[in-house]
């Protein structure tokens, strides 16, 4: 019995002695997989301006808004209808199923409101796979068509006109992406001033962002988030720039310029 653990002491010790001079072990090591990885999709944020108006103290700026998902902000909703201030809203499919009040305030008032598609479930929409923000792409060309005519479908469906504006989610798309969007007959809208930061942004930067908007300008921000303080700040600019004589106008009033091949 000695024997044996003398022996198992002295095998111990000499593979110990093989690892510190650096004798390779005999067990096999781990594969390693040498498949390259797939680039990274290149992604534009496209720009969007509309005809300016080059009246001096009477700027003319499209507002737009995302509905994602979540409920309608009643800060902004308000304002909008009480200023009688004309504005786009991309509103997705997911958003007008929980929003029925908010849908009909639209088309209550097709003098202020220009509905137009943000998407089927607010997926990226970039035809190859990849997180934007942490959200994963659309991934395939079969799979963007679906975000966009899933979108569509939801809202004629909910009794809103056929849309001719998509926005995807994030406002990030590769270049095929864009062009499969344009051959679905829709033109794609970017913008010039992003005024809530996705929502994230703080009340007074908010209001600040939007009512440095200038004269041809498109705003996004979003009517979505009710309980963050940047809408207090959207509701805030947008009383701002009426004062100011801005001349809100919805996208489907007038001339636009997009890049990227947005609009072309």
Not at 68 to 83: K, N, P, Y
Not at 88 to 100: C, D, E, S
Not at 249 to 254: E, F, K, P
Request: glycine share 8%; proline share 6%; hydrophobic share 45%.
């Amino acid at each position: 019995m000695n024997r044996i653990l003398l022996a198992s002491a002295f095998l111990l010790v000499s593979i110990s002695a093989a690892f510190a001079n650096g004798i390779p072990s005999a067990l096999p090591a781990p594969a390693v997989s040498l498949a390259p990885k797939a680039p990274a999709p290149k992604l534009v944020e496209p720009h969007l301006h509309i005809a300016r108006s080059n009246v001096v103290g009477h700027a003319r700026i499209a507002l737009t808004f995302d509905a994602c998902m979540g409920q309608a902000d009643e800060r902004i909703l308000s304002t909008l209808v009480r200023e009688r201030i004309p504005a786009t809203i991309f509103v997705t499919a997911r958003w007008l199923k929980r929003n029925p009040a908010a849908v009909a305030v639209f088309l209550q008032n097709p003098d202020l409101f220009e509905l137009e598609n943000h998407g089927q479930n607010h997926i990226p929409a970039v035809d190859t796979p990849t997180l934007i923000y942490g959200i994963a792409s659309a991934g395939s060309p079969q799979a963007v068509r679906q975000e966009v005519e899933g979108g569509a479908a939801a809202m004629v469906a909910a009794g809103i006109a056929a849309p001719r504006w998509f926005r995807g989610s994030t406002a990030k798309y590769d270049l095929s992406a864009i062009g499969e969007i344009r051959a679905m007959g829709y033109r794609i809208a970017g913008y010039s001033v992003n005024g809530d930061g996705g929502s994230l942004l703080g009340a007074v930067i908010t209001e600040k962002r939007i009512a440095s908007a200038k004269d041809g300008d498109v705003v996004i921000s979003h009517i979505n988030q009710p309980t963050h303080a940047a809408g207090e700040g959207v509701a805030k600019a947008l009383v701002d720039l009426k004062a100011k004589g801005t001349q809100f106008v919805r996208l489907q009033d007038v001339e636009d310029t997009g890049d990227d091949k947005t609009t072309e």
